[in-house]
């Protein structure tokens, strides 16, 4: 119910009645109710957003298992986006994510290695994760992959921007995340945060 009032599929967007319907659904032990409030919580276009709030949400919902979770969870560590930044953290977070199969995670963790962010350079994880995730069909993995490829072979290309971070979702469909379009010129290319609701996935979680 939460889900409908939050995407007006049955009756106009209601966020107030998405915010009681979540919680009602969270107090009850549901897990994808606690990451749909986090979404809510940490969006833009809320006027009561409580940052603080989604993050501590995100993490319950990434603790019980919830796939999209814990990948925006390694965001908000990286980017400090509710707490302290802890690139420790971020790193766990996304490497669970991306041993679980999902592609965003995987892109966060090769950029990671690929840039020496809270890690060493690690050019052979960076495209072993690049690879992963551009098997999903992640487009931006796929420019990546291939400008890392150019960089060993000693071809000279401008510099991605590194004004990116950890990536979050914004849409419900487990693979398919919402990004803008790549830009023709290679070097305009940039990465936005992302946060999206989804369905709950198996459980599993760090200690």
Same mark, same amino acid.
């Given at each position: 119910m939460g889900v409908i009032y939050e995407k007006g599929s049955l009756f106009l967007r209601n !966020? %107030? !009645?998405a915010i009681k319907w979540h919680k009602k659904a969270a107090k009850q032990g549901e897990a994808r109710a606690l990451f749909n409030l986090s979404v809510i919580y940490g969006s833009y276009g809320n006027p009561e957003r409580d940052v603080a709030k989604a993050f501590k949400l995100c993490r319950k919902a #990434?603790?019980?298992g919830v796939l #999209? #979770?814990?990948c925006n969870l390694g965001a908000m560590y990286e980017s400090g986006d509710g707490t302290p930044i802890n690139l420790e953290k971020a790193i766990r977070w996304y490497r669970r994510g991306a041993h679980r199969g999902d592609a965003l995670a995987q892109y966060n963790l090769a950029r990671m290695y690929e840039r020496g962010i809270g890690v060493k350079v690690?050019? #052979?994880k960076a495209k072993k994760w690049y690879q992963q995730a551009a098997d !999903?069909? %992640?487009m931006y993995a796929k420019f990546n992959l291939k400008w890392i490829d150019e960089k060993e072979q000693k071809v000279v290309r401008p510099p991605v921007p590194k004004t990116d971070?950890?990536?979050k979702r914004t849409d419900e469909k487990e693979k398919k995340v919402v990004r803008p379009p790549v830009p023709?010129?290679?070097s305009a290319i940039k990465r936005w945060y992302k946060r999206r609701p989804e369905g709950s996935s198996p459980k599993g979680s760090p200690t």
């Open positions: !966020q %107030d !009645q #990434a603790k019980k #999209a #979770a814990i690690n050019k #052979a !999903q069909g %992640d971070s950890g990536l023709k010129t290679k």
